[in-house]
Structures are given as C-alpha cells and as structure tokens.
C-alpha cells in the first residue's frame, strides 16, 4: 500500500520558516492535504489540494507538491503553530479509493 | 456553520459492545460522506473508513475491515461507530471527519473526538 513519509519532528525559532517534508512515490501525480493538530484538540485542515488555503488560515501557511515530496511551509513561525502536523492522500488499495495518513510531525517552536 | 457532535468519554470492559456517535449540524447531512479516524494514545492518524448517509455505502479501510461496523441514520443526521466486542487494544480517541465535496477531497470539519478506554 501506498506510504506517506514524515520526519518525526522538527525544531525551528521564532520568526523562521519552518518546512514540513511529506514523502511518497510520484506524490506529485496525487492531490496532498495537511492538518494542524494541538494537544488535546481534533486536527484541522491548513492547507487542501497540494496549496490551497482554507479561509480563517493564515497566510503564512503554504504548499507545494514536486515529484517525491510535499513540503508544508510556515512562514514567520509563532509559538501558536507547535504542533502536530499530518499530510493525507487518496489512493487505491482495493476496488476503491482510501485515505491514507502521513505519520505526523511534531513541530516544536524553540 | 457546520458542527459534528460525538459522544463522550466512555469506559469499557474487554468483550462488551459499544457504539459512538458523530452528529452532523448545519449541512445536508445525506449528501456527504463521513469519515472515522482512529488515533491511539501518543500516536498518528489511521483512516478506519468512510460511510456516505445518502445510501449508506460504506468503505472500510482493510485493517479495519470486520473489526468494526460503520452506519447512519440519515433522518437524525447521525453516524455510527461500533464493536461487537471491544479489546484493549480498542482503546484510543476516535475522530468522525467530513469529507469535502470533491473527488479525493480533504476531511474539512472534525468531531470533537471520542474518548473510548477499555480496560479490565
């Protein structure tokens, strides 16, 4: 079955950009989708379809899609953006289509 | 603004049932599918599958598959999650998710979560 490779976790400092890998074979022919999740909370969609922005994220929140990876980018990064963050994918493991989940990273705002 | 509404916290003990519960407000509850996410303690997201209201066409993920059961109840705009005999290994936080509208779309609006331990 298809697989979604995260880095466990990531460091970055105030005021940097923080950039969150998602890997997987020929990723770039599927459509990726990101979640923001904090401790003790249900995730949130930050970025849909490769760069998409839902309304009320904000703008320092991007996305991109290229051969192998995906790459979720936090610009100007806050203490309010530690936390986990999880990409997503459709493909077909049967007669239908699945989700699959990236294995998450913990993002820590030094 | 659309709202999915699960169940509380429950506590149960290995070999009993149990159904939870994702109740939708503020959209055509028949018209979307929903989604269950499984997330155990300190761990990432598992897709269980999905159930569309609508119909009731259920697709469950192959680990999954026989472990549990999904349905809806269209008329009270609410989904289903269920076991017919839970293990500790049950135990974890379960998510229902909306699908958005598209083809492959995202999970756009998550339940709150529900709770479930199980435990001797």
């Known amino acids: 079955s298809y697989v979604l490779t995260q880095a466990p976790s990531v460091s970055v400092a105030p005021g940097e950009t923080a950039r969150l890998s998602c890997g997987g074979h020929n990723i770039v022919s599927k459509s990726v989708h990101w979640y923001q999740q904090k401790p003790g909370q249900a995730p949130v969609v930050v970025i849909s379809f490769d760069s998409d922005r839902p309304s009320g994220i904000p703008e320092r929140f991007s996305g991109s899609n290229s051969g192998n990876t995906a790459t979720l980018t936090i610009s100007r990064v806050e203490a309010g953006d530690e936390a986990d963050y999880f990409c997503?994918?459709?493909?077909?493991?049967?007669?239908?289509?699945?989700?699959?989940f990236g294995g998450g990273t913990k993002l820590t705002v030094l | 603004d659309v709202q999915l509404v699960q169940t509380g916290t429950d506590v149960k003990k290995p070999g009993e049932s149990l159904r939870i519960s994702c109740k939708g407000f503020?959209?055509?509850?028949?018209?979307?599918?929903i989604a269950w996410v499984r997330q155990m303690p300190g761990k990432g997201l598992e897709w269980m599958g999905s159930?569309?209201?609508?119909?009731?066409?259920?697709r469950y993920s192959p680990s999954f598959q026989g472990q549990v059961t999904m349905s809806a109840d269209e008329s009270n705009t609410t989904a289903y999650l269920e076991w017919s005999s839970l293990k500790a290994s049950d135990t974890a936080m379960y998510f229902c998710a909306r699908h958005g509208p598209s083809p492959r779309p995202q999970l756009d609006n998550w339940g709150q979560g529900t709770l479930v331990t199980v435990s001797s």
């Open positions: 997503q994918v459709w493909d077909r493991v049967t007669e239908h289509q699945e989700v699959i």
């Open positions: 503020g959209y055509r509850f028949d018209m979307y599918w």
């Open positions: 159930i569309y209201p609508g119909d009731s066409d259920t």
